[in-house]
């Protein structure tokens, strides 16, 4: 029999059962949801809606129940439905008509609506915690590499010398602003929505600060419609879960460039790379490539919800109960992609030796050879000209520019002097790159300094 059966004259057809069962997946819930219902029967009780001593025996009961859960001893049935019906029943079969108090003046439709933001609250910390020990990885990668220095690219073409600190440091403001996201997303999560019943709140004389309260809410949602109706919140973890899949795909894009032999900056630990069944010599990226690949696949959640949401009169609809898988896979997904790649990025090797021979190939010092020129006076286009010619000239002989005479240097301007090897000199751009920002290395200390304190404060 259903918790609702009664205005029915016939069973559910199996597999309607089956279609709309949301069990096996919201059974995720099952403590979210035991801890609102002892919230709200405590509240029950000290408002007389109930007994005292029935809310005493609902809350001793589903306390035990709380622990069965965290054992992992709590079986749950498909015909009840969901969580919230499989709780209230296996209460109702161990403590019989107190059981039957428990939902008053409350809906499954407030109920989701909080397990859910509660849920979704315990998921941000978490993602922030592997977030933060994945920047703390790269912290210390950019601490001892201030002086490694590396071509930075542009259009994948090597472009200007910068160092892997630097680059490392980019890639830790990114996922920052990942943790900084999330925060926004847990402020609005953190809104307790009991009280809002099935849409139209309740009769009952609930004390919606005192669950509040007990459950550890900043404050308690505005509109009774809009409590039960709203899933903004997981909106938003949704597409801070794109973004830094995002990030991560994009940075897991550098590390299988970075590994290839045509490349050759970064050697994965045997722990963090796998094998070809066929090819001997394989050593592939895979890591790095599932996560990318997996990317898609939060993308795909975000767009699932997003659209599931999108035409959805008020307040609450079915539909809605897609929310969960959605948000489960895309937590799941993420997590382990995070986890897996600080692994990867703490086990890896970097190759400094090939990393400083691509900065001094590929010409990353001609805009500084220009620089040099406007310092002696010539207006940056003509130098820009000059300097373009004698890398033309340089590619004809398969020369860097620091490789020819001083005398051939002069060919191309008299402004040139002996002070221009050291002028150009790849650790020398890399230093005179010190604005606030930049890639020399007392500005990256001072970068990852701040950002050291940033992570402390967030
Ligand atoms: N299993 C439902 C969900 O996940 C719970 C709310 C059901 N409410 C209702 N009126 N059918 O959304």
């Known amino acids: 029999m259903k918790l609702w059966g009664g205005r029915f004259e016939k069973a559910t057809d199996r597999s309607v059962d089956d279609f709309h069962s949301s069990i096996s997946f919201d059974q995720r819930l099952a403590e979210q949801d035991i801890l609102g219902s002892i919230a709200h029967a405590t509240m029950l009780g000290e408002q007389n809606i109930i007994p005292q001593a029935d809310a005493d025996t609902i809350v001793s009961a589903l306390a035990h129940m709380l622990e069965e859960v965290r054992a992992g001893t709590l079986a749950f049935s498909v015909d009840a439905e969901d969580i919230h019906m499989n709780i209230e029943t296996i209460l109702t079969e161990r403590i019989g008509e107190a059981g039957k108090r428990l939902h ?6 407030d109920q989701v609506a909080l397990d859910v933001r509660m849920y979704a609250m315990a998921a941000i910390r978490t993602a922030q915690e592997n977030l933060r020990a994945l920047i703390r990885a ?8 201030l002086y490694t220095v590396m071509p930075g690219y542009t259009h994948l073409q090597r472009a200007q010398p910068i160092t892997l600190a630097h680059h490392m440091m980019a890639w830790v403001e990114m ?17 307790m929505p009991l009280g809002s019943g099935a849409l139209a709140g309740t009769t009952y004389p609930l004390n919606r ?25 997981l909106l938003e973890y949704l597409s801070s879960a794109a973004i830094s899949m995002m990030h991560l795909s994009r940075f897991c894009e550098e590390v299988i460039l970075w590994a290839s032999a045509e490349f050759q900056f ?17 050593k592939n990226p895979d890591v790095a490539e599932l996560i990318r690949g997996k990317t898609g696949r939060v993308y795909g959640d975000l767009m699932a919800l997003l659209t ?23 937590h799941d997904t993420w997590m382990k992609c995070l986890t897996t790649f600080t692994g990867m990025m703490q086990t890896a090797r970097f190759r400094r030796e090939k990393m400083a021979r691509a900065a001094e190939g590929g010409f990353t010092n001609a805009t500084d050879a220009a620089d040099y020129l406007v310092k002696k006076g010539m207006p940056f286009r003509e130098a820009h000209e000059v300097v373009g010619k004698l890398v033309l000239h340089c590619l004809k002989d398969g020369k860097a ?56 404060r967030l």
């Open 175 to 191: 996922l920052l602003r990942d943790i900084e996201r999330l925060n926004g997303a847990y402020a609005r999560a953190d809104s």
């Open 401 to 456: 520019i620091n490789d020819l005479s001083l005398a051939g240097l002069k060919e191309f301007s008299p402004l040139f002097a002996e002070d221009v090897y050291e002028a150009i000199s790849i650790l020398a751009c890399v230093r005179g790159r010190n604005l606030p920002g930049g890639p020399a290395p007392e500005a990256v200390e001072a970068a990852i300094a701040q950002a050291e304190a940033r992570l402390e």
């Open 138 to 145: 790269l912290l210390s990668i950019a601490r001892e590499n």
């Open 266 to 282: 970064i050697e994965l630990d045997d722990g963090f790379a796998t094998g070809s069944s066929i090819m001997p010599q394989k």
């Open 308 to 330: 599931a949401m999108k035409g959805l009169p008020l307040a609450y609809n079915k539909d809605m109960q897609e929310d969960k898988e959605a948000f489960f896979d895309a």
């Open 209 to 233: 600060e005192r669950v509040r309260e007990l459950l550890g809410f900043s404050r308690i949602t505005n509109n009774s419609l809009d409590g039960v109706a709203d899933r903004d919140f």
């Open 104 to 109: 008053t003046g409350r809906s499954r439709n």
